[in-house]
Nanobody, 121 residues
C-alpha cells in the first residue's frame, strides 16, 4: 500500500518563504513521479508543480513560476516544494501526490491528506 505524507505547512507573512516536504512509501520512491497541488476555500484543486522520477522534468503552473521550486532527494524518499515570495492568494491546503504511471498525478493515483499554508497580508 502506497502512503503519501506531507509536512511543513504553516502561517507566513506575505513575501516570506516556506518549504513543504512529502514522503511516499510502499514502492521504490525513485519510480514515482511526484506532484504538488493546492485547493483554496471555495475553489477547485489546482496543479502547482510536478517532478519526474529522476528530477529531469519539472513543469509548473504559471501562477508559481519563478517563485516556487520543486525538487527531490530519492535517497531520502522526499520531494520538496520551496515557496518564495509568498502571496495571500497562495493560501490553500497543499496536497502531495505520487504516480508511477504519469508525470502529473491524477485522481486515481496516490494522495496525501494535505497541509495548510496560510499567507497573511
Amino acid at each position: 500500500q502506497v502512503q503519501v505524507v506531507e509536512s511543513g505547512g504553516g502561517l507566513v507573512q506575505a513575501g516570506g518563504s516556506l518549504r513543504l516536504s512529502c514522503t511516499a512509501s510502499g514502492r521504490t520512491f525513485s519510480t514515482f513521479a511526484m506532484g504538488w497541488f493546492r485547493q483554496a476555500p471555495g475553489k477547485e484543486r489546482e496543479f502547482v508543480a510536478a517532478i519526474s522520477p529522476t528530477g529531469s522534468t519539472t513543469p509548473y503552473a504559471d501562477s508559481v513560476k519563478g517563485r516556487f521550486t520543486i525538487s527531490r532527494d530519492n535517497a531520502k524518499r522526499t520531494v520538496y516544494l520551496q515557496m518564495n515570495i509568498l502571496k495571500p492568494e497562495d493560501t490553500a491546503v497543499y496536497f502531495c501526490a505520487a504516480s508511477y504511471r504519469v508525470l502529473v498525478p491524477g485522481p486515481n493515483d496516490y494522495w496525501g491528506q494535505g497541509t495548510q499554508v496560510t499567507v497573511s497580508s
